[in-house]
């Protein structure tokens, strides 16, 4: 074997290792509750016979195997965005379909910021759920602890939302090689059991699933709704495919995660088959009684790990919906000087703090809670599918028989999962979908609203060429130095700029009509972040491409300039920025009034512009105007 190829192999073992601690936290805490869940603690518990154990371990591995490995290792990581993943890179690449009905092109979008907003249910559920599981290992040991469970969980919690300002990047490098260690513990512990019963590797068989169908066909179907535990947490493969690659992800599930979960489950199993009273917490009580402590402390660091993915989630998620335009600008900070990843949003952490406390303390226990969680993600599975399919019909070209096969197959067992888990909505389901909801109504609001105010902005603007040419019979006073006016529409005069001339009657002898300009990608190279086109009378038109991903520095972007003909210095330069105030029209067809007033409230609390493009603030002017809508 040569050098380069041992290095390409340590360097893939080395990533997956890292994947580990980020993308399998959640899926791999799963084997805390989800047993429990079918045969002790859900609404619905299966009775304990060989056959019915033999059938949910059947339906918990096809539904790994089905779900996760099939649907989303296979196929959607191939999905990429320039190499991310995740719902909002989907929804992109459905989007470049050609000749797309506008109907149908809002239809992808909403559903796009839907699945999204459905993730915020996730990056709530996820933490409360997984350490109330953990922290009741401590039940398992002693009954004296149980008055305590809530509090201790509760003090976990808000401990790593404190932390999270600190960053993670200095304990995330121990986040692999834990998950590693506790996916082995994992396998230990199946195997563990598995000898005593080593009949339950026979649960591989579909037809013990089928058996299962077939004798028990409403309450099999009932417990799809906790068989689905098993799974949350397998859209993350995709969704952090960025921060590893494909490959990583891939073989760290075929060749370790999969098989040693799958071996704890079949272990609960086993379990289960010897001594039925196990069902309390099959968990915890496959382990020997002499490890239970240490269980339940590595248990509780696995969720926290898990946790902790959740959060950081929902950061990348905001940021990315900031750049799409999709959210309004909030305060974002980079936690690490090495990773452009590692942020932290104090808006996002504490509403979050505040909806896993009050979910722990409306829910108090793991089963209670375990009602709310399913029915989000089998949701955005359902979503991911269907975008998939928009993207292998026209961007992959598949025919239609294929491309139906791929939608059918993945379809049928996601709309089963969902319709299990419609029914527990009154029982805690309609948890996530409330806050999914009302986040949806935020991010389409926002999107609209500024929609709105472009158009609106852009009609009562100059025609920039008409002005230029005004300027060639006499003026305003030019004097020295370069002012930049920040604008959506490089093709018109902005109003900072008219409002500037009517109160100073003045003008830069350099002008830069500044637009800044995301594209649908998570990075933009540098030699392709500038674009300067030179006009008549002094003025330039600058374009400046970032990703999704990408981390807006206007002065830095600026400095790009000088070979393209513009020279930049900061102490010369004046930066004019329009502050809009909407003023909500009481009669509009275009947005019903409650929405005007909500955009209102959003575009208020926006973080300015100069913080987040990092404009300095000491070379800023503001000139305030009113919109109508």
Not at 561 to 567: M, N
Request: aromatic letters at 12%; charged letters at 15%.
């Amino acid at each position: 074997m040569s050098a380069t190829e041992e290095g390409r192999k340590s360097g893939l073992a080395a990533m997956s290792v890292a994947a580990m601690g980020v993308v399998y936290g959640d899926i791999g805490t799963s084997p805390l509750y989800t047993l429990k869940e079918v045969f002790s603690s859900g609404h619905h518990p299966v009775p304990v016979t060989p056959d019915n154990v033999l059938g949910i371990l059947s339906l918990v591995f096809w539904a790994l195997t089905i779900t996760v490995s099939l649907k989303y290792v296979v196929f959607i990581t191939r999905a990429d965005n320039k190499g991310e993943g995740g719902i909002m890179a989907l929804t992109s690449l459905a989007l470049r379909t050609e000749r797309l009905h506008p109907n149908m092109v809002w239809l992808l979008s909403a559903l796009g910021i839907f699945g999204a907003a459905l993730f915020y249910g996730d990056a709530v559920i996820t933490p409360a759920l997984s350490v109330l599981s953990a922290v009741e290992g401590l039940e398992v040991a002693t009954p004296a602890f149980k008055p305590y469970v809530v509090p201790i969980s509760l003090g976990i919690l808000i401990g790593l939302f404190l932390f999270q300002r600190s960053g993670t990047a200095s304990v995330a490098a121990l986040f692999g090689p834990v998950m590693l260690f506790w996916f082995a513990t994992l396998g230990a512990l199946g195997v563990w059991n598995i000898v005593k019963h080593p009949g339950v590797i026979a649960a591989i068989n579909p037809w013990y699933a089928l058996n299962f169908f077939a004798t028990n066909t409403t309450l099999a179907f009932l417990a799809l709704g906790a068989v689905v535990l098993a799974i949350t947490g397998g859209e993350a493969l995709y969704a952090d495919m960025g921060h590893f690659g494909r490959r990583p992800i891939k073989w760290a599930w075929l060749a370790y995660v999969f098989p040693l979960l799958y071996l704890n489950y079949l272990g609960q199993g086993a379990l289960i088959l010897d001594n039925p009273q196990a069902i309390q917490n099959p968990f915890f009580l496959s382990a020997p009684e002499m490890l239970l402590y240490p269980l339940v402390a590595l248990a509780t660091v696995a969720t926290i790990i898990a946790s902790q993915a959740v959060i950081s989630g929902a950061y990348s998620l905001t940021s990315q919906a900031i750049q799409l335009g999709y959210c309004p600008r909030i305060q974002i900070r980079f936690t690490s000087e090495r990773q452009m990843g590692q942020i932290y949003i104090p808006n996002i952490n504490w509403l979050l703090l505040i909806a896993v406390v009050a979910l722990v303390l409306m829910f108090r226990s793991s089963s209670a809670l375990a009602s709310a969680y399913g029915i989000a993600v089998t949701l955005t599975m359902m979503i991911d599918t269907v975008l998939a399919f928009v993207v292998v019909r026209a961007l992959w070209k598949w025919n239609w028989l294929q491309a139906g096969l791929f939608l059918a197959a993945f379809v049928v067992v996601d709309f089963a999962f969902f319709s299990a888990n419609i029914v527990k909505v009154l029982d805690g389901g309609w948890f996530p979908l409330v806050l999914g909801s009302v986040i949806f109504t935020f991010l389409a609001t926002w999107k609209r609203g500024r929609a709105l105010l472009y158009e609106r902005l852009k009609q009562d603007s100059m025609p920039l060429d008409a002005f230029i040419q005004s300027l060639e019979y006499g003026g305003p006073h030019r004097v020295e130095g370069l002012g930049v006016f920040m604008t959506t529409n490089p093709d018109g005069v902005p109003r900072a700029m008219l409002h500037n001339l009517l109160h100073n009657k003045v003008l830069h002898e350099k002008v830069v009509l500044l637009n800044v300009r995301v594209e649908d990608v998570p990075h933009v190279p540098e030699i392709d972040r500038i674009e300067v086109r030179p006009l008549p009378q002094g003025f330039y038109q600058v374009l400046v491409r970032y990703g999704f991903k990408d981390e807006p520095d206007i002065p830095l972007a600026l400095t790009l300039c000088e070979p393209l003909g513009l020279k930049y210095e900061v102490m010369e330069t004046s930066f004019f920025l329009g502050r809009e105030t909407i003023v909500p029209r009481a009669r509009v067809a275009r947005m019903p009034r409650w929405r005007q007033l909500l955009f209102t409230f959003m575009f208020r609390n926006a973080e300015p512009a100069t913080a987040f493009f990092k404009i300095p603030t000491n070379r800023v002017v503001e000139l305030g105007t009113q919109v109508e809508l």
